[in-house]
T-cell receptor, first 116, second 114 residues
Framework: NAGVTQTPKFQVLKTGQSMTLQCAQDMNHNSMYWYRQDPGMGLRLIYYSASEGTTDKGEVPNGYNVSRLNKREFSLRLESAAPSQTSVYFC???????????????FGQGTRLTVV | GESVGLHLPTLSVQEGDNSIINCAYSNSASDYFIWYKQESGKGPQFIIDIRSNMDKRQGQRVTVLLNKTVKHLSLQIAATQPGDSAVYFCAENSEAGSARQLTFGSGTQLTVLP
């Protein structure tokens, strides 16, 4: 059982380049999330998908787009990368739309992105 | 806007001692809280959670206390071990849009001294 798998683990981009971060979960979870983590800070929500076919903006959506390809996969796209998007990106999934006991989010290992 | 914050950015404890990590939250509508542990180079890992209708919840070597009056959350780790060294985040759960979201604090770096 792999849990939440993110690819790639590391990436360096030049300003203006585009790329897609991939995320897949094998836990049959309904909801999926993309967070970014900057040094010395907590995780900030970029976008989330409550269920297959729906996506919503989080706290910091500017400069990003997402696609919930199917129940398993949720991708994050940077159309024109900027140095301010240098960060570690985490994908997460949870079983239910409504949080309750023991319905915590499970996180991937992260993608370390540097934009030069 | 609403935010979750931590009182101390770093905490050092002797191996075998108990650790207490504190967290303040400001969203009075939050009704669910989670503590996560993040080791270097890894994603956050669930430790324990608590609903707002509870004051205390215990797990294996960990206890979470919730004081809704002062909007304060704490994580207690008993008999701290070297493997407990990590960054600890509290997160509050709020309803937004079509799904609930987690809002994270900035984290506390726990270092266990030999």
């Amino acid at each position: 059982n792999a849990g939440v798998t993110q690819t790639p683990k590391f990436q360096v981009l030049k300003t203006g380049q585009s790329m897609t971060l991939q995320c897949a979960q094998d836990m049959n979870h309904n909801s999926m999330y993309w967070y970014r983590q900057d040094p010395g800070m907590g995780l900030r929500l970029i976008y989330y998908s409550a269920s297959e076919g729906t996506t919503d903006k989080g706290e910091v959506p500017n400069g990003y787009n997402v696609s919930r390809l199917n129940k398993r996969e949720f991708s994050l796209r940077l159309e024109s990368a900027a140095p301010s998007q240098t960060s570690v990106y985490f994908c997460a999934s949870s079983l239910q739309r409504q949080w309750g006991m023991n319905t915590e989010a499970f996180f991937g290992q992260g993608t370390r992105l540097t934009v030069v | 806007g609403e935010s979750v914050g931590l009182h101390l950015p770093t905490l050092s404890v002797q191996e075998g001692d108990n650790s207490i990590i504190n967290c303040a939250y400001s969203n009075s509508a939050s009704d669910y809280f989670i503590w996560y542990k993040q080791e270097s180079g890894k994603g956050p890992q669930f430790i324990i959670d608590i609903r707002s209708n509870m004051d205390k919840r215990q797990g294996q070597r960990v206890t979470v206390l919730l004081n809704k009056t002062v909007k304060h959350l704490s994580l207690q780790i008993a008999a701290t071990q070297p493997g407990d060294s990590a960054v600890y985040f509290c997160a509050e759960n709020s309803e937004a849009g079509s799904a609930r979201q987690l809002t994270f604090g900035s984290g506390t770096q726990l270092t266990v001294l030999p």
